[in-house]
Each structure stands twice: as C-alpha cells, then as structure tokens.
C-alpha cells in the first residue's frame, strides 16, 4: 500500500513528441506528489510537483496530470528536446509526523529524445 | 554556494572492508537523507535525520549506520561491505523533514563492493 508504481520503465521519442510518464498509488493519505528529473552523473532534481485538490499543474513544458478517483497521476513533456533526456521520478507523501513524511519513490523512468 | 556535497565520488572496496561516506550541506537545512539507487529499484531510504541529534531508519537500514556530527555533516557508514550494497549512494537535505519540503540531492558516491 506503500508503493508508487511508475511506467514505463523507458521511453524513446523524436524531438517535438509529447512523452507521457504514468504513476499509480494505492494509499489514499498520500496528498503530495512531486516528480525528480536526473541527468546522467547528478542527483535527481525537484522538476515539478501537485496536490490532490487541483487535476493539472503546468511549468513550462512540463505539466502534471492528476485523476484523484483512479489514484493515478502523470507527467508529460510538451515539445520534447533532447535536453529532457533522462531519467524522471515520481513520488508521493503524505501529512504526519515521522517516517510518514517520507518520500515514496517510484521506480524511475529512463526518457531519450532522439533529434 | 555548493549546496550538498558528497565524498568520495568514486569508491571501491573489498568484502569486509568499512568505510564512511561523508556528505555536508550549506544550505542550513534541518533535514538530510542517505538513499542508495539501484538499476530498476529506484531510489530508496536508508536513513535519515530529521533534526540535529535525531536519526532514524528508513527502508533498507541493514548494514549501514549513520551519524549526523552536526547541523551541516551527515555520514553513512558501512562497517563491513557486501557485494550486495554495490550501488550509488545519494545524501540529501531538505528546510524540514517530509511533507511538502524538496529534497536536494548531491551527486552521488558510486560504490563497487567486490
């Protein structure tokens, strides 16, 4: 009921294609749902993140799709570049005091845009 | 303004071998973390400190130990290494422990345990 179970595990898409990054949860506490990117050699990165109240967050290109009743939640990359490529993480946590808050990793999605 | 730094970047060490793995964060942060990353597992707790003075385990705890020397420095120690914890290993810190407070990440100590 921990799990955040993330798909697919990679993804090629040409320069302009719009790739879609899916993540399901089965625990109803969890309220906040960030999304890491990681480039090759660095640590992941903030890049994104949502709260159950609102079903879409856009910045810039990126934009989080949330559906609250299917407990599933998405990222896609408008307008892909090659500079996206790499590898993105979902998560989840939720309100409460200590490990609760913790963040729950999903699985990582390697993304390559090809020019 | 460097942010979390990690030390060392590269290690190898044999079976049985210890060693600690430092971190240090400039950002006045409460919080720090040592996760370790593996192909297909994504990135999973080990310990973290919530506050200074505090630890606490995190998912995969077995064979490591920690110690959060300061406000700034949080270490991770394997005290006899197995192949079984060849990984990269990613500290990072945060304003508060848990919800709604990103994480910032070093990059990385890649450990080979042979």
């Known amino acids: 009921q921990q799990q955040v179970k993330q798909s697919p595990q990679s993804l090629i898409v040409q320069k302009g294609g719009i790739p879609i990054i899916n993540c399901a949860y089965e625990n109803t506490a969890f309220d906040y749902f960030p999304w890491y990117q990681q480039f090759p050699g660095k640590g992941p990165a903030l890049l994104i993140a949502?709260?159950?109240?609102?079903s879409e967050k856009k910045e810039g290109r990126f934009t989080i799709s949330f559906n609250k009743s299917a407990k599933q939640f998405s990222l896609h990359i408008m307008d892909s570049q090659p500079g996206d490529s790499a590898t993105y993480f979902c998560?989840?946590?939720?309100?409460?005091?200590?490990?609760?808050?913790?963040?729950?990793f999903g699985k990582g999605t390697k993304l390559s845009v090809k020019p | 303004n460097a942010g979390v730094t990690q030390t060392p970047k590269f290690q190898v060490l044999k079976t049985g071998q210890s060693m600690t793995l430092q971190c240090a964060q400039d950002m006045n942060h409460n919080s720090m973390y040592w996760y370790r990353q593996d192909p297909g597992m994504g990135l999973r707790l080990i310990y973290y400190?919530?506050?200074?003075?505090?630890?606490d385990k995190g998912e995969v705890p077995n064979g490591y130990n920690v110690s959060r020397l300061n406000k700034r420095e949080f270490s991770l120690r394997l005290e006899s290494a197995a192949p079984s914890q060849t990984s990269v290993y990613f500290c990072a810190s945060s304003v508060e422990q848990g919800y709604n407070s990103p994480l910032h990440f070093g990059n990385g100590t890649r450990l080979t345990v042979t």
């Open positions: 998560a989840a946590s939720m309100r409460g005091g200590g490990s609760q808050g913790n963040l729950i």
């Open positions: 400190s919530a506050s200074e003075g505090t630890t």
């Open positions: 949502i709260r159950p109240d609102v």
